[in-house]
């Protein structure tokens, strides 16, 4: 028989992603709702193993929906690489009387919990935060919807400077082992060619298309090009080539950055936060652990950790053929 929770810890690690702070504030009301007490760890495993600890009720977590980024901090923890430090970090948890943990964030941050189960038989849940959209068994992770909406928004305004000047922009967007953002996103701007890692366009193909657009009478282009996309070795380095091989365009490069990362959360992450939190919770308080709270076919199901960690998150398919029709 599983042991009865009574407190639990949640944290955030790795990358932020907006609706982090939406799945603190749902973990913690839920807990509130069946009466166990909630501890927030700030910095990650960091925090964990100096025992950074404080108390979340139902009402100081009020607010927190509507706000990008993390309350409770991100870290990287060297030291949690450890044991030595995965045992620090135990004797703080339990010091606290901590007796299971909610990790929000991505495969690193599953990775550790992972492992961090398997030493101490310490009840683990997992809830996907990261804009990449990267993690096996879930469709969508915290963070990836408002991604795409400040993407989009971005490449909007972006056009209006391409088209008043007869420019060719790259703008190149986060996914560096996945190119979600980019394919949605320039399936949802309207770009003339995207360029992700999973699919190997070459750079004879992508002159070849940039050339039927202008021919066709486009007097501006915008290409989408994820950050992994291997068709060059950056994107500068593809501005350059075009350059060379297409002049009459003027080429430019916008490197949307961390600006992704940021801003208030869609509705969509933050009901998704929502139900992520209570489902961590009320899993954990039925004994389970060792799982990752994903969304599939619009329903809240559970994940293996370690599936979620050594599975491949894939491009859907029909959207790549889409892709393939609009740019035409």
């Known amino acids: 028989m599983s042991k009865t929770i009574k407190k639990i810890g949640v944290m955030t690690s790795g990358g932020d992603a907006p609706g982090m702070n939406a799945a603190i504030r749902s973990v913690a009301r839920t807990c509130a709702f069946h009466n166990i007490e909630c501890v927030g760890i700030y910095r990650g495993y960091e925090g964990m193993i100096e025992g950074d600890f404080k108390e979340?009720?139902?009402?100081?977590?009020?607010?927190?929906?509507?706000?990008?980024?993390?309350?409770?901090?991100?870290?990287?923890?060297?030291?949690?690489?450890t044991p030595e430090g995965r045992k620090k970090a135990y004797n703080a948890l339990t010091a606290k009387g901590i007796d299971a943990?909610?990790?929000?964030?991505?495969?690193?941050?599953?990775?550790?919990?992972?492992?961090?189960?398997?030493?101490?038989?310490?009840?683990?849940?997992?809830?996907?935060?990261?804009?990449?959209?990267?993690?096996?068994?879930t469709?969508?992770?915290?963070?990836?919807?408002t991604a795409l909406n400040t993407v989009v928004e971005c490449i909007d305004k972006i056009r209006d400077t391409a088209s008043s000047h007869n420019r060719l922009f790259f703008v190149e967007v986060m996914g560096r082992d996945a190119g979600h953002i980019a394919l949605n996103c320039g399936i949802g701007a309207g770009a003339e060619e995207i360029l992700i890692p999973e699919e190997d366009l070459g750079l004879d193909r992508l002159l070849e298309s940039l050339r039927r657009s202008k021919k066709s009478g486009k007097s501006s282009s915008i290409v989408v090009v994820a950050e992994g996309d291997k068709i060059g070795k950056?994107?500068?380095?593809?501005?350059?080539?075009?350059?060379?091989?297409?002049?009459e365009y003027e080429?430019?490069?916008?490197?949307?950055?961390h600006m992704q990362?940021?801003?208030?959360?869609?509705?969509?992450?933050?009901?998704?936060?929502?139900?992520m939190g209570v489902k961590a919770v009320e899993s954990l308080m039925e004994g389970q652990s060792n799982y990752m709270v994903g969304l599939l076919n619009d329903k809240i199901v559970l994940t293996p950790l370690e599936k979620a960690v050594k599975g491949k998150s894939e491009v859907n398919k029909e959207l790549i053929r889409v892709s393939d029709i609009m740019t035409t």
Do not use: W
Request: aromatic residues 10%; glycine residues 14%.
């Open 56 to 81: 979340l009720t139902a009402r100081n977590v009020k607010g927190l929906i509507n706000k990008g980024g993390t309350v409770l901090k991100s870290a990287r923890s060297k030291e949690f690489r």
């Open 101 to 137: 943990l909610v990790t929000i964030g991505g495969d690193g941050t599953f990775n550790g919990a992972l492992i961090f189960n398997q030493e101490y038989d310490f009840p683990v849940m997992g809830i996907p935060g990261t804009i990449d959209n990267d993690i096996f068994g």
């Open 139 to 145: 469709s969508h992770t915290l963070g990836y919807d």
């Open 234 to 247: 950056n994107v500068f380095e593809l501005k350059d080539y075009v350059e060379e091989n297409m002049t």
């Open 251 to 257: 080429v430019r490069v916008s490197v949307l950055g």
């Open 261 to 275: 990362r940021g801003g208030t959360p869609s509705c969509f992450d933050r009901v998704l936060a929502s139900r």
